[in-house]
């Protein structure tokens, strides 16, 4: 079995290559990712010679170049994670979003309908997207899949629509697929331009760590591992056409959390209790911040039997002892280094 896995190179992508390769010999892991600033093959250097791996540099708005890679490889399943992420880019810069995270999703879902239109048995589209797109909540209530969406960030607005278009390629032409919606993710090869990875470093530099308005913006906390195994499972057991929301049953207030890393940060680098927090520096909110996610998981919890492994602290402390124990690896991230990682083979 040939399953194509989009974004394989980033966070969560090369967490969930990882765990197919060494899952599943029987299967045929094709990891396609554009290498922009967030991929990153130095994380799945411990799979890179598997028999049952292999590494497509291409960019998923090039229509041919997708197609072509079809006609290639039949892919019998497709993960698609590759996307535009981050929030803040994503308002300086609408537009790569919507190529990215909207025409990449319909040329991925073309090249899909165009080769098992006449027999779609065994095959699966798995979309994977964002409890954002679901909008802001109150100080009360969880999302659900019948949650209206109402995004409202250029981000969000685009992981929308990308969702819209999968569900439509369903209802018009029987495309098997699912999609899951998650929270928050945390956990090691983080690129440090998210809130843990960025303040871990921030730390260790002793440089200031930048809270958003008064900092009490509430998030759904979930460990990338327990998202892989999430994905594994509605992969292969979840029911077509269906959502699944993906959550950690973990809310945190963003400065509660950042002064739980900073206690946690302290200890392991030997440093004065609250010497960190000192760098805590509030900064001027971001447009169209959202108050509150938190995700109802209660569907695959019931139907699927997966639940989180990792509580928010242990998986904290994991997080925080690998990027100390990594260094060099953030160095080169944080310094752009990485991108020279095989540079003359996909250059």
């Known amino acids: 079995m040939n399953i194509l896995v989009t974004g394989g190179a980033g966070f969560i992508g090369s967490h969930l290559v990882r765990r197919l390769v060494n899952s599943y010999p029987n299967y045929h892991i094709y990891n396609l990712d554009a290498l922009t600033y967030a991929g990153n093959l130095e994380n799945l250097t411990d799979v890179e010679s598997a028999s049952n791996y292999t590494f497509i540099k291409g960019d998923i708005t090039d229509a041919d170049v997708i197609e072509s890679l079809f006609l290639k490889y039949k892919f019998d399943g497709v993960i698609h994670l590759a996307a535009e992420s981050h929030v803040d880019r994503s308002i300086t810069d609408p537009l790569a979003f919507v190529k990215t995270n909207v025409m990449g999703t319909v040329n991925l879902l073309n090249s899909f309908k165009s080769i098992w239109s006449d027999n779609f048995a065994g095959k699966r589209f798995y979309h994977v997207s964002t409890d ?4 802001s909540l109150g100080k009360t209530g969880l999302f659900t899949e019948t949650t209206s969406y109402d995004p409202n960030s250029p981000y969000s607005a685009s992981k929308a629509s990308s969702d819209h278009f999968v569900r439509a390629y369903g209802e018009t032409y029987g495309l098997p697929y699912v999609i899951s919606n998650c929270s928050n993710n945390y956990g090691p090869h983080h690129f440090p331009e998210k809130l843990i990875p960025l303040f871990i470093n921030n730390i260790i ?3 200031p760590l930048p809270v958003y308005g008064d900092g009490n913006y509430t998030r759904d906390w979930l460990y990338v591992e327990d998202h892989a195994r999430a994905i594994d499972l509605v992969y292969h057991k979840g029911q077509n056409t269906e959502t699944y929301n993906i959550g950690g049953f973990n809310e945190w207030k963003n400065i509660d959390l950042v002064k739980l890393l900073c206690q946690q940060m302290d200890d392991k680098l030997g440093r004065p209790s609250g010497d960190s927090e000192k760098l805590i520096t509030y900064v001027k909110d971001r447009p169209g911040h959202d108050l509150r996610y938190a995700i109802d998981a209660s569907k695959i919890n019931q139907e699927l039997g997966w639940e989180p492994s990792v ?9 925080i002892d690998w990027y100390l124990a990594n260094e060099a690896w953030l160095a080169r991230v944080t310094s752009g280094a990485y991108q020279t990682y095989y540079k003359k083979q996909y250059q």
């Not at 954002?132 to 909008?135: P, R, T």
């Not at 509580?311 to 997080?319: H, S």
């Open 132 to 135: 954002e797109v679901y909008g």
């Open 205 to 207: 530099q002793n440089q």
């Open 311 to 319: 509580t928010f602290e242990e998986g904290l402390a994991k997080t």
